[in-house]
């Protein structure tokens, strides 16, 4: 049974970092794509970053050169940096992989 099990959300003020990390059991990390998405209130689930199996990366606009996803196989842990975070990144964060996703982690940024 595959589990994905997010963790490091938080409060923030404007211009601080966090780093959410995602434990997957039940699965190779690194063979699978992973990905983080985003859902804030009232607005739909949105890509956020992913990371393929061979390593390269792929980012939404919003969060380009202030996040960076990677990964740990060693832990089957992959990982979302995040700085200079601003109100609007305000949301659930999740991590997906194929059909399975997290629990999520709440993220607020104050400002």
């Known amino acids: 049974q595959v589990q994905l099990v997010e963790s490091g959300g938080g409060l923030v003020q404007a211009g601080g970092s966090l780093r959410l990390s995602c434990a997957a059991s039940?699965?190779?990390?690194?063979?699978?794509?992973m990905g983080w998405y985003r859902q804030a209130p009232g607005k739909q689930r949105e890509l956020v970053a992913t990371?393929?199996?061979?390593?390269?990366?792929n980012y939404a606009d919003s969060v380009k050169g202030r996040f960076t996803i990677s990964r740990d196989n060693a832990k089957n842990t992959v990982y979302l940096q995040m700085n200079s975070l601003k109100p609007e990144d305000t949301a659930v964060y999740y991590c997906?992989?194929?059909?399975?996703w997290g629990q999520g982690t709440q993220v607020t940024v104050s400002s």
């Open positions: 997906n992989s194929r059909n399975w």
């Open positions: 039940g699965m190779i990390l690194s063979i699978n794509a």
């Open positions: 990371i393929r199996s061979g390593g390269s990366t």
